[in-house]
């Protein structure tokens, strides 16, 4: 049971590119979410879905887009990379979207825009 | 989110003594609370969960304590470990729709030997 995936594990890029950071889950979990973190800040939420052919805006959405063409994949795309955008990112799933589930976390991706 | 720092606040607690991190969270109407670990280079992992209605909930060396009437959370770790040095989060869910966390900046723990 891999949980939740995400590659790539780092990735430099050059102001304006674009790139995607793939996330996949093995769980059959509804619900998948994509954080950035920043040094001193707690997780911030950048886009959600609650199911297949669903997705939402979170507290930081900016720059950022994202699909849910199956339930086990939730790419997030930049479309034109800024240094703001310079983040830890963690893909995560829980079962259902009601409270009361955990949330799980992949390992993360490391991204640098320069 | 605004920016509470760049630093975070650091707990420093020597090998075998309890740890006390605490937590305040901002939705009076969550009900569902948890704690994870964040270790250096890694994403972050469950520790222990407490609904709205208890107040205490205990795991394996872990006990949450949950005080609705101020809004705080906290997380004890009995005979902490070197193991247990990491990064500490609450979360909540965050909206009324029960849907998103909201996390709290995080603590970090570090054991002395």
């Known amino acids: 049971n891999a949980g939740v995936t995400q590659t790539p594990k780092f990735q430099v890029l050059k102001t304006g590119q674009s790139m995607t950071l793939q996330c996949a889950q093995d769980?059959?979990?509804?619900?998948m979410s994509w954080y950035r973190q920043d040094p001193g800040m707690g997780l911030r939420l950048i886009h959600y879905?609650?199911?297949?052919?669903?997705?939402d805006q979170g507290e930081v959405p900016n720059g950022y887009n994202v699909s849910r063409s199956t339930t086990e994949d939730f790419p997030l795309r930049l479309l034109s990379a800024a240094p703001s955008q310079t983040s830890v990112y963690f893909c995560a799933s829980r079962p259902t979207r009601n409270s009361g589930n955990t949330i799980y976390f992949g390992e993360g991706s490391w991204l640098t825009v320069v | 989110g605004e920016n509470v720092g760049l630093h975070l606040p650091t707990l420093s607690v020597q090998e075998g003594d309890n740890s006390i991190i605490n937590c305040a969270y901002s939705?009076?109407?969550?009900?569902?609370f948890i704690w994870y670990k964040q270790e250096s280079g890694k994403g972050p992992q469950f520790i222990i969960d407490i609904r709205s209605n208890m107040d205490k909930r205990q795991g394996q060396r872990v006990t949450v304590l949950l005080n609705k009437t101020v809004k705080h959370l906290s997380l004890q770790i009995a005979a902490t470990q070197p193991g247990d040095s990491a990064v500490y989060f609450c979360?909540?869910?965050?909206?009324?729709?029960?849907?998103?966390?909201?996390f709290g900046p995080g603590t970090r723990l570090s054991v002395l030997p």
């Open positions: 979360a909540e869910i965050g909206d009324n729709y029960g849907q998103n966390f909201v």
């Open positions: 939705n009076s109407a969550s009900d569902y």
């Open positions: 879905s609650v199911g297949a052919g669903i997705t």
């Open positions: 769980m059959n979990h509804e619900y």
